[in-house]
């Protein structure tokens, strides 16, 4: 048998495989399929910045109206000693999956500004949590905050998420950064343990019967997991801390090339959303067989030999690339030229 283990933000994993934030995690029975068909560890769906805002100003105007003398608002207000809010949902599922599981459990915080709602780290590292991923999901809107202030906000929400935990701590990062290695050295540098890359940018669709701006979730492709992949390739020669991939990774040939490329795991999200959890075991099979096949005898004698650094022509992860991409397309018979 192949050693499939590996090692990420400092845990042992039995295998590079780990469910990505979504919401397989909201149910206990379904993490615990996950972790039956032979999911590594778990990434929970996100505490979101905005729902702890919005909770918190909910309770803020419930207390003030009571203290102005509101009587009989008590009677149709809901009681809070009895009120479970959205923090203590997530806060009490995150121990339910840690008494009900073995695998590690990644908790995932989610927001976009430096402030309070980051001390919610504190209490899930206190729930049990094993790590934590710190998901700065940022569209860059504002005319008057450059590129550097742009980035500065991801350091500022990170260093201030470390000063709170002692746990490890993965950034999941957009691709949309000019220069991703400083960047990224720059978070390691501030307490980042791990990168997970990229966040997909949900992009809204403009229905042209209402004339309305519309949310629209697709799910991935395998095509989706090569921006990752060459990421990874670059960014695995630059870094000490661990690296995970997120996007694209539908199967065993997606997670074999983020191996070779120097990916410690990798995530999965849509493949699990659209085949269920029993995915998983049937990927890591074709893994088995695909390692065995080829005479490896670890994941960790695979990962990274394919990197920048380390492949035969770094080049191709390069600029280069592009011109032989651009040179090698030859149109279909009958299609002019
Ligand atoms: C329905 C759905 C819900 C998601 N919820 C979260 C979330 O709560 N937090 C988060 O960081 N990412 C979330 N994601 C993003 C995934 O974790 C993942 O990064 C992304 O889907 C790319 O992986 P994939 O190509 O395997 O789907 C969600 C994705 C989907 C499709």
Redesign the pocket.
């Known amino acids: 048998m192949v050693d499939l283990s590996t090692e990420y933000l400092g845990l042992k994993l039995s295998n590079p495989i780990v469910p ?4 397989l995690a909201q149910s206990l029975a379904t993490a615990k399929e996950l972790e039956d068909a032979g999911a590594a560890a778990l990434v929970m ?2 505490l979101f910045e905005e729902k702890i805002a919005y909770e918190t100003e909910h309770l803020t105007r419930f207390f003030h109206q009571q203290s102005i003398g509101h009587a009989e608002a008590e009677s149709f207000h809901p009681v809070p000693d009895e009120y479970v809010s959205y923090q203590d949902d997530y806060l009490e599922h995150l121990q339910k999956l840690k008494t009900h599981l073995s695998i590690p459990v990644i908790a ?1 915080l ?1 927001g976009m500004t430096p402030g309070g709602w980051i001390e919610y780290g504190t209490a899930l590292q206190e729930a049990g949590a094993d790590a934590l ?1 710190l ?1 700065v999901y940022y569209v860059a809107v504002n005319a008057g905050e450059d590129s550097t202030q742009v980035e500065d906000r991801y350091v500022q929400i990170l260093q201030a998420l470390r000063d709170d935990v002692s746990i490890p701590i993965t950034v ?1 990062l957009s691709s949309q950064f000019s220069a991703l290695i400083p960047f990224t050295k720059r978070l390691q540098l501030h307490g980042a343990n791990g990168i997970a890359i990229f ?2 940018f949900y992009q809204p669709d403009i229905n042209l019967e209402t004339l309305q701006v519309e949310p629209r ?1 697709v ?2 492709n395998s095509q ?1 997991s090569l921006l990752r992949i060459r990421w990874a390739a670059i960014l695995s020669d630059q870094l000490d801390c661990s690296l995970a991939i ?4 539908h199967n065993y040939e997606d997670i074999l090339k983020a191996l070779l490329a120097g990916a410690d795991v990798t ?5 699990l ?1 659209q085949h269920g959890p029993e995915h998983i075991k049937v990927t890591l099979q074709e893994l088995q067989r695909w390692l065995e096949a080829h005479e490896y005898e670890s994941v960790q004698q695979l990962k990274g030999s394919i990197s920048r650094q380390h492949a035969i022509d770094p080049a191709a992860y390069e600029r280069a690339n592009y011109i032989s991409v651009l040179d090698s397309y030859t149109s279909a018979t009958g299609v002019l030229r």
């Open positions: 990505s934030a979504s919401p769906h996100s995932s989610n991923e998901n999941k966040n997909r979730v799910l991935s989706e997120t996007g694209g990774m995530h999965m999200c849509s493949a959303l």
